[in-house]
């Protein structure tokens, strides 16, 4: 069982950065592959990126690939989400996902998740 807190979030001006962090309970996180989804109003939720339990691995959706970095501590059970050259576009809550040992972009393939972080990003 992992429980997932999300914080970071809020508002920014376009061009700016953020950084969301995920924290999880359990002792088995580094068993644990990660992943960041985002739902905007109106909107189906979509994918940002992933982590491998190791960190060694990542993958991005090409909508954030160079402006957003995906990273974890396993000492600190914790995944971050680091958002630079923020945009409109970029507004949603963001989740924080586990599933076992591998990512996907698919969040149907996560069993766990958080409750959601506000990122507003003004124009």
């Known amino acids: 069982q992992v429980q997932l807190v999300e914080s970071g979030g809020g508002l920014v001006q376009a061009g700016g950065s953020l950084r969301l962090s995920c924290a999880a309970s359990g002792r088995t996180f580094s068993s644990y592959a990660m992943g960041w989804f985002r739902q905007a109003p109106g909107k189906e939720r979509e994918f940002v990126a992933a982590?491998?339990?190791?960190?060694?691995?990542?993958y991005y959706a090409d909508s954030v690939k160079g402006r957003f970095t995906i990273s974890r501590d396993n000492a600190k059970n914790t995944v971050y989400l680091q958002m630079n050259s923020l945009k409109p576009e970029d507004t949603a809550v963001y989740y924080c996902a586990a599933r076992k040992y591998v990512y996907s972009d698919t969040g149907g393939e996560y069993g766990y998740w958080g409750q959601g972080t506000q990122v507003t990003v003004s124009s």
């Open positions: 982590i491998n339990w190791s960190g060694k691995s990542t």
